[in-house]
């Protein structure tokens, strides 16, 4: 597909540096955990995981999510999408734990509305540096419990997500779903391999993207070789054990870099 | 089984250069997969990041990309090589770029300890500004790289050519002519899109390659005017996505055929194929594959 045109018709600042963008197109089969192709014309085109039908929610890193923090309500993106493998559909009464960290809580967010509108219970552990960085605290609330982490103990327990998760019984889970930055997942992974919970936990893994539909190779992690783009984002923990995650990724020349 | 330039394959179809082959693993996953043969990505003297996004993008007819040759470098990628090498026993043909003979050889002779089964020279690139195509539609250029690399290097010397060319048959011969031991044909055709909403064009490089079903047409014309021209096998790329697009493109003369953007249906695709030929011989009554490659040119 072509990218879509997309106005911004709402911008809100979820924190100094991380605010959503909803569009007035809106990916209505999207399901949780898929990313789009945002296309910052002139500039790049970056994945984002869907954090609404219509938006986006997006930290500050780079060239194109710089010149987007400069657009305003009117101006454009292209989009494409939905593109990967989402988190597993969490059916009624089942429970369910989600794990995010920092801008990590965009794809989460819609697995939170969706579980909670289809009966499934949920229980979200939301961790971020300080307390100004919390990403949707309203959004996981309202969907069920929450416990919340920040490194400088600023809100919540003073700490990290594994903090609170080292502590939990994590077999009244269905399914640990987690996304935040790669050596939070990492760590994340060690505690729940700990607690033999691995193959009940899906992670929304982020690597360089070029194609994005699966062809390039350019996503591809070792030693499986599974795409992120296409296999992924969201890979079943499993499928991670004593993979790159938390030790090496590739940057744009395919080079191999230190996570 | 089909054995070209001396190298065994135990199924006609291969990983097209520049899908899945830019790690050790990942070219591991797909040789897992059933390819007879992998190619990796087009590997240069230097690390590359590539153009900007959108690098590829999927049209009606096809797909249309421009990724620029992003590539760690031959220095790099001997590990990755290491790696593919040591996991399978399926042959790995080294693609490699350069802007000049003595680019080419440099490449090709680093990665030479990782011993590839062949190179394939990437003279076809459209939209690298000083490589591949640059260099492919120049009939010296071509004959000279060749010659170079064939006395640099003791494994077989694979050419991929460009269709965007007046006659291809020309740049086929050079290769020929530099001692090329095959050519690849063909790489995608120059082709650009535009975005209505905006008038910028998509690819972030402007313009780039088109590849996949639309291509298939004028791969099959170009591997059939090379099959009569040339002495040494060519091996069919374009717009191959289903056993009967292999076979038809065995027929025009293509030794054995290479797979790229079709992978983004299943990268089952392989042994799928492979299996659909093998099927398709029997049918037919056909005792090898060897029965149908440039069939079409005798039936007259």
Known sequence: ?259 | MVTITGIDFKNPTMLASGIMGTTGASLLRIAGCGAGGVVTKSIGPEPKAGHPNPSMIELECGFLNAMGLPNPSYTEFDNEMKIVRSGTDVPVIASIFGGNAEDFVKVAEGLADSEPAAFELNVSCPHAEGYGATIGTDTCMVESITAAVCDAVDVPVWVKLTPNVTDIKAIGKAAQNGGADAVVAINTLRGMAIDINSGYPILGNRFGGLSGPAVKPVAIKCVYDLYEALDIPVIGVGGVSTWEDAVEMMMAGASAVQIGSAVHESVDIFSDIASGIDLFLQDKGYSAVEDIIGLSHEVF
């Not at chain 1, 609404?52 to 993106?77: E, R």
């Not at chain 1, 809100?155 to 080292?166: E, H, K, R, S």
């Not at chain 1, 004593?242 to 744009?252: A, F, I, Q, T, V």
């Open chain 1, 1 to 259: 597909m072509k990218p879509v045109d997309a106005k911004i018709v709402e911008i809100v600042e979820e924190s100094p540096s991380i605010r959503t963008f909803r569009f007035d197109v809106s990916f209505d089969d999207a399901l949780p955990g898929q990313f789009v192709m945002v296309w910052v014309r002139g500039v790049d085109e970056v994945p984002m995981g869907s954090s609404y039908l219509n938006g986006i929610t997006v930290q500050k890193v780079g060239d194109a999510t710089s010149k987007l923090f400069d657009m305003k309500v009117g101006d454009s993106v292209g989009l494409r999408g939905p593109f990967g493998k989402g988190f597993t559909l969490p059916k009624k009464d089942e429970h369910i734990l989600i794990i995010a960290g920092g801008v990590g809580a965009a794809p989460l967010g819609p697995l939170a509305d969706y579980a909670s509108e289809c009966g499934a219970k949920v229980t979200t552990i939301l961790g971020s540096r300080e307390c100004y960085e919390l990403v949707f605290e309203d959004r996981f609330s309202s969907a069920g419990e929450l416990h919340i982490t920040t490194d400088d103990g600023s809100a919540g327990t003073c700490g990290f997500v594994t903090t609170v998760l080292a502590d939990m019984d994590v077999s009244v889970y269905d399914r640990i779903c987690v996304c935040g930055p790669e050596i939070m997942m990492a760590n994340v992974m060690k505690v729940l391999q700990e607690k033999d919970a691995l193959d009940r936990s899906e992670f929304s893994m982020h690597r360089y993207f070029k194609c994005a539909i699966g062809v390039c190779g350019a996503c591809c992690m070792d030693p499986q070789g599974l795409r992120v783009c296409k296999d992924g984002p969201v890979l079943n923990g499993s499928l991670l054990i004593d993979s790159e995650l938390g030790d090496h990724k590739r940057n744009s020349s395919s080079q191999r870099v230190r996570v």
